[in-house]
């Protein structure tokens, strides 16, 4: 009963109905890299990724060889293991969507599991450093919260490393779980995966996605819920500079009935070859009633050469749903809104800051994590200075 | 006492075929606590010389000069502009999405008053000034100019002209768009400025329509780039009755 109506890179509309999700990747999902073909770029799940900088990640060449250093910080009551590939919590979020997450989940060694017990509410967060030393690594992160638990985790990602690595969330009956995953990685850095969320009965799932660093970052964010009445809130900040490639694949699978998700990912970008790509595909299965969605993207693009790629895809198979809905649109920092600003005296790097900072406030302010969004404010301002000057 | 001056100004934008000349030779003094009005066709310059004098990057100075008590304010930025004392209120106000009018006006206001106003005096003031003019208390929370209605557009340009008090205020076609009421609050807004003393006014309009409430000390008539006629508010008059025709005739715009 779908229609389809294409979906562009700036579009803006209620509902509109993309490419079935299925037919645009390039094999059926799979633990196993062997089932993957190697891509040559031109899949539609491809087609925005410059294979050649991906060090090897998608074509089997890339070798471990160590250089990626994990360090989980836990509050009281959180067990913290390393567990071999044998273990059977890993997994069950969900299968690796393209080859690059297939290749990591074949090729870890040990596995990082981060459990908070059920009925635990944590006042700390749990936080997950992630610290690359120059070398090539394949990870593997769950995060498990108990029944009616109550948890925030940040995974911090920071230095120089070609990483493909996996995280799984798994949230159970009426817990909640806050994850904030921060790229501020050298630029330099190659970083690949997918972020599973397994949201359970009555759960509510927020992940905050900040990338700022990185040669090149292929994000895939995705949401299944696995009962009735989950909830699923997506955000994501995005600061894309000169030369770097950053790509945000999100991905809703409402196939349980009475679930929510809300999506904002928002990017600036500057200077040259700096492409930032977003794809936000929601599937509203026949059997999803009672779903309500809404995603949004927004782009700021600061000065030319920059590129954006923004295709939001909703797929709706029942009409039996509260909401679904989504926006894209890509801004242009104009001369003319520099002018009025300074024709208030406001001078030019003042000028561009109020704009950037505006632009991201309210996303910002979703973090609910005082150091953190300090942290982002103070990045956001140091890139701005880079583009300044 | 501020005075700005111009003298022989010209003024080129680039167009296809090469630059194009709008301002060709404008000679013009306004004094700090005076009103002249600028009027004038479609395309005879006079929204190139406000935005000339605010410093809008389209436009190039060919010659001439532009002084505020003696500063040269050509050599000057855009935001040195505002800072020095010129305010332009523009016609087509811009939208700046991210940016709240309180934050703007704050931050405008910082800029140009050279500290940041004590929050106590600043937040009255500003409700006060936004009430004169029949602004919704809801605006300051909005993106500048996002969604504002033209008559919205143009009370909050008089908003930042009540609040950053300049020395020299160019209002550019603040009239057009505005229907009677709104022309009135508009109005009544420039003229407490006005009559504070404090501000040079040079109030460009195609029509006789907003001199019923504001009334100017001088009136210049706009042809062909530069000012064709001077002369006191009976020029106004005149021009009421009979129109630009005389203007146009002798040499108008291409």
New interface residues.
């Given amino acids: 009963m779908a229609e389809t109506i294409p979906a562009g890179s700036t579009t803006d509309g209620v509902i509109q109905v993309g490419q079935p999700t299925d037919a645009r990747v390039s094999a059926p999902a799979s633990y196993d890299v062997a089932d993957f073909p190697v891509p040559h770029g031109r899949e539609e799940d491809w087609r925005f990724t410059p294979l050649e900088r991906l060090r090897g990640l998608h074509d089997g060449t890339a070798v471990a060889d160590g250089g990626v250093k994990v360090e989980v910080t836990a509050p009281e009551g959180v067990t913290v293991e390393t567990v071999g590939r044998d273990d059977a919590r890993l997994g069950r979020a969900g299968k690796p969507v393209d080859r690059v997450a297939a290749q990591a989940y074949s090729s870890f060694e040990k596995a990082s599991v981060v459990s908070v017990p059920k009925e635990t509410v944590l006042t700390e967060p749990v936080r997950i450093s992630v610290r690359g030393e120059g070398g090539t690594a394949f990870g593997h992160q769950v995060v498990e919260v108990g029944a009616f638990a109550e948890a925030v985790v940040v995974i911090d990602h920071t230095g120089d490393a070609t990483l493909a690595a996996n995280v799984e969330y798994l949230i159970g009956d009426g817990a909640k779980l806050t994850v904030v995953s921060v790229q501020d990685w050298d630029d330099t850095a190659v970083h690949a995966g997918q972020h599973t969320a397994l949201v359970g009965r009555d759960a509510t799932f927020k992940s905050v996605v900040v990338t700022f660093g990185g040669d090149l970052v292929r994000l895939h964010p995705r949401v299944v819920y696995g009962a009735p009445g989950g909830e699923a809130e997506l955000y994501g900040v995005y600061f894309t500079d000169n030369g770097q490639h950053q790509e945000h694949r999100l991905f809703i699978d409402h196939d349980t009935p009475h679930c929510r998700s809300n999506v904002a990912y928002k990017g600036a970008l500057q200077g040259k070859e700096a492409h930032a790509v977003w794809i936000g595909d929601v599937l509203i299965r026949a059997a999803a009633e009672g779903t309500d969605t809404y995603e949004l993207n927004r782009n700021?693009v600061l000065t030319d050469g920059a590129r954006v790629d923004s295709v939001p895809n909703l797929e709706i198979e029942t009409g039996e749903i509260v909401g679904a809905g989504h926006a894209s649109a890509t801004?242009r920092f104009?001369?003319?809104?520099l002018?009025?600003?300074?024709?208030?005296?406001?001078?030019?790097d003042?000028a561009r800051r109020?704009?950037?900072?505006?632009?991201f406030?309210e996303l910002v302010q979703q973090i609910g994590i005082p150091d953190l969004e300090e942290r982002l404010i103070a990045k956001i301002e140091a890139e701005l200075e880079a583009s300044v000057g | 006492m501020a005075t700005l001056e111009i003298h022989d100004l010209h003024v080129s934008v680039d167009a296809e075929g090469g630059p194009r000349e709008i301002l060709r030779g404008v000679d013009l003094t306004v004094k700090q606590g005076e009103t002249h009005a600028i009027m004038g066709p479609n395309g005879s310059g006079k929204s190139t010389l406000a935005y000339s004098l605010a410093g809008h990057p389209k436009y190039t100075v060919t010659g001439g000069t532009v002084t505020l008590d003696g500063e040269d304010v050509l050599a000057m930025s855009v935001d040195e502009r505002a800072r020095a004392g010129v305010f332009l209120a523009m016609q087509y106000p811009v939208e700046v999405p991210g940016v709240s009018v309180s934050n703007f006006l704050r931050t405008s206001a910082t800029a140009i008053r050279g500290e940041a106003p004590k929050l106590r005096t600043w937040v009255k003031e500003v409700k006060e000034a936004m009430e004169r003019l029949q602004i919704d208390p809801s605006f300051a929370e909005r993106n500048v100019n996002e969604g504002f209605s033209g008559g919205e557009k143009k009370r909050h340009e008089i908003l930042q002209l009540e609040l950053l008090k300049p020395a020299i205020a160019i209002l550019d076609e603040t009239d057009s768009g505005l229907d009677v009421d709104a022309l009135r609050v508009v109005s009544e807004g420039v003229n407490r400025v006005r009559e504070s003393g404090q501000v040079g006014t040079l109030l460009i309009t195609h029509y006789t329509r907003i001199l019923r409430y504001i009334k100017p000390d001088h009136v210049h008539v706009f042809a062909a780039g530069r000012i064709a006629e001077s002369g006191g508010p009976e020029l106004a008059d005149k021009l009421e009755e009979e129109g630009y025709e005389a203007y146009v005739k002798g040499g108008a715009s291409e």
């Fill in positions: 700021l801004g104009e001369d003319e809104q002018f009025y600003l300074m024709a208030r005296g406001i001078p030019a003042e109020l704009v950037v900072r505006g632009f406030a």
